[in-house]
């Protein structure tokens, strides 16, 4: 699969950023961070190709080191403003600042960021996000009282558990202490996998928007 096309179908959550644009004004202000979160990974993927294009590799890999930790940090504000941590500010902050440490220690401690690729963090933060996508899944599917399908957090989560169990699992092949015992044939499946359900989860994002329910208006009774 040449590059062209990989770019061209990573911007299909182009479509959910413009409902989002849309619908920005009247939603619910809890999923302003999911709004941000895709907003920033179009950013990301034009970049990317922008600057490959061009053959600068090492302004790709301080882009992708910084971007990994503000994927966390945006998701993870996400799943603070559904209730995931009960409204624990204190552990949410604390949560962050535990993620931002070891981003450092893996990020800067293999080497420098120019260089090389925080994977183990990669693998880190992909493995916590689905513990919070299903923890949440599994709560919402208990307390919902109205139809499944049209609840925007079940169409997230399940983008969530999707994308980022393949991308765990990638970023684990590249692993030096595993990348020798796994094929260079199954490597290369996996990535026209991902690509693939990349597209599966920008749509299933399309849906999530859809769904997206309205800010709440609160009147004051005198």
Request: charged content about 10%.
């Amino acid at each position: 699969m040449s590059a062209e096309l990989r770019f061209i179908l990573s911007l299909s959550i182009i479509f959910a950023i413009i409902i989002g644009i849309v619908r920005y004004r009247k939603m619910d202000r809890s999923y302003y961070p999911f709004l941000y979160y895709i907003s920033l990974t179009l950013v990301i993927e034009i970049a990317y190709n922008l600057l490959m294009n061009n053959g600068m590799i090492t302004p790709i890999r301080v882009m992708l080191n910084i971007y990994t930790l503000a994927e966390f940090g945006l998701l993870a504000w996400l799943f603070h403003s559904w209730g995931l941590f009960n409204g624990n500010r204190i552990f949410f902050i604390s949560l962050l600042s535990g993620f931002f440490i070891a981003w450092a220690i893996i990020t800067l401690g293999l080497g420098p960021v120019t260089k090389v690729p925080n994977l183990y963090f990669r693998v880190l933060y992909s493995f916590t996000l689905v513990l919070f996508a299903v923890s949440t899944f599994n709560k919402m599917v208990v307390n919902h009282r109205g139809k499944i399908f049209e609840n925007a957090q079940f169409w997230i989560c399940l983008g969530i558990i999707i994308f980022f169990t393949f991308f765990l699992l990638d970023n684990a092949t590249k692993i030096s202490l595993v990348k020798h015992t796994i094929s260079r044939g199954f490597r290369i499946n996996l990535q026209k996998i991902i690509v693939f359900t990349n597209v599966l989860v920008n749509l299933l994002y399309v849906v999530a928007v859809l769904w997206i329910p309205r800010k709440k208006n609160f009147m004051t009774s005198f």
